[in-house]
Each structure stands twice: as C-alpha cells, then as structure tokens.
C-alpha cells in the first residue's frame, strides 16, 4: 500500500480565488491521479498527473481550470482557479501502486466556496 | 464510452440481515476494485478481483467476479452498524481507472 497525504484537509474559500491542494505519497509512484467527489455523487476523474510532463486532462476538465504540476515520483500540487460555489467538492489525490493494480485515496480535501 | 453501474442505489436494511450490490460493467474489465467510503471519510480500498468466477472472502464480505468479466457482486451476511457507508465498484479502461455510482448503505440498529 502508500501512504497518500493530502493538504488542506479543509478549506472554505471564496469566490474567485483559487487554491492549490497538495499531495505527498511516502513511495514513489509512477501513477498519480486528481479525483473530485461532488456532494452525494461518484468520483470523477479530473486528470493524471504525469511526472515531468503535462497533466492528461480527462473531458470536460481543463488546465487554465485546474492547472496541476508533479515534479517528481511522490509529489503533486492541484490547483482549483477562479473558484465558484460549483466547485465546492471533496478532491482526493490517488495513487496507482503497481501497473494496472490497486488505487490508494488520499483523505481528500473538502472544499467549500462561498 | 465505458460504463459502470451499480444497483441498487440505496439500500436500508435492519442490522442482521444480509446486503448486496451488483456491478455492471459495459465492457470486459482486466480486474474489478471494491471500495468503501464511510460518511465524511475517503474510498479505502477493499479487494481487487482478476479472474473469471472469482470469488474472494473477507470475514463477512464476499466478492465475486462473473465468468465474462463484466460484472460482479458484493455480499455482506450479517450487517453490523459498522458496515454503514458507500460501496464502489471500479475497473480499469485503458489508462482511465473510473467508478460506479456507489451503493449507499444504511444499517438500522
């Protein structure tokens, strides 16, 4: 398994300002991936973070939104711009163990824009 | 595109009786992942499944992957206060990883 922290664990922001979430895995990982959790929903892919590269950006995701960097194997920073009360979600940072293997969830970031 | 579904939704049952939720995948998966997010907490990671007709147990749990590796279900025997939470199912599709909708849990004391 890894250990995944993530941080802020909690955060109320206002709108239009933007918040820059981070992510510190205790292995390095070749996989990394930002998820969002909307009140009562799913989780939905926002994009996988690439190490020295730009992040792959899933539909309906863009960077100029949610610009992401991963400077090496145990790190990655998301941030939320120009938030607006739709982005008030839980965003979890995960990892990908082994190829095509098992996902770990960082505790999320609960985020709430007012 | 590749589709994950889950039934039921919603599930309320008495504390002792048993629970399960279905996972429908529209394509043939590699694998298939359960997880659980408890209220106010993050999806932890329960089993992954690889073969056809596996069937996994953990203590009350029992997990199963269909023989055409589409689908596959969640058994709880037994539910406990404890087993409140969000059940997911998730697979891989090419390099996406996505999820189900989730079954939601209640049990009632």
């Known amino acids: 398994s890894a250990v995944i922290s993530q941080k802020p664990s909690r955060d109320i922001c206002q709108r239009g300002t933007s918040l820059t979430i981070q992510c510190q895995v205790d292995?390095?990982?070749?996989?990394m991936f930002w998820y969002r959790q909307q009140p009562g929903q799913s989780l939905t892919l926002i994009a996988t973070a690439n190490q020295g590269s730009e992040a792959t950006y899933e539909s309906g995701f863009v960077i100029d939104k949610f610009p992401i960097s991963r400077p090496n194997l145990t790190f990655s920073t998301l941030t939320v711009s120009n938030m607006s009360p739709e982005d008030s979600s839980i965003y979890l940072c995960?990892?990908?163990?082994?190829?095509?293997?098992?996902?770990?969830f960082g505790e999320g970031s609960w985020l709430t824009v007012v | 595109g590749q589709q994950v579904m889950q039934i039921p939704q919603y599930q309320h049952v008495q504390e002792g009786e048993d629970f399960t939720t279905y996972c429908n995948s529209s394509?043939?998966?590699?694998?298939i992942q359960w997880y659980k997010q408890r209220p106010g907490g993050h999806p932890v990671f329960l089993i992954q499944?690889?073969?056809?007709?596996e069937v996994k147990k953990q203590k009350r749990l029992t997990f199963q992957f269909g023989e055409a590796k589409k689908n596959s279900s969640l058994h709880i025997t037994a539910t406990q206060t404890t087993d409140v939470g969000t059940y997911f199912c998730?697979?891989?599709?090419?390099?996406?990883?996505?999820f189900g909708p989730g079954t939601r849990l209640s049990v009632l004391p």
């Open positions: 499944l690889v073969k056809s007709g």
């Open positions: 394509t043939t998966l590699s694998n």
């Open positions: 995960s990892v990908e163990v082994q190829l095509a293997g098992t996902i770990y």
């Open positions: 292995s390095q990982v070749t996989m």
């Open positions: 998730a697979g891989w599709y090419g390099q996406n990883f996505v």
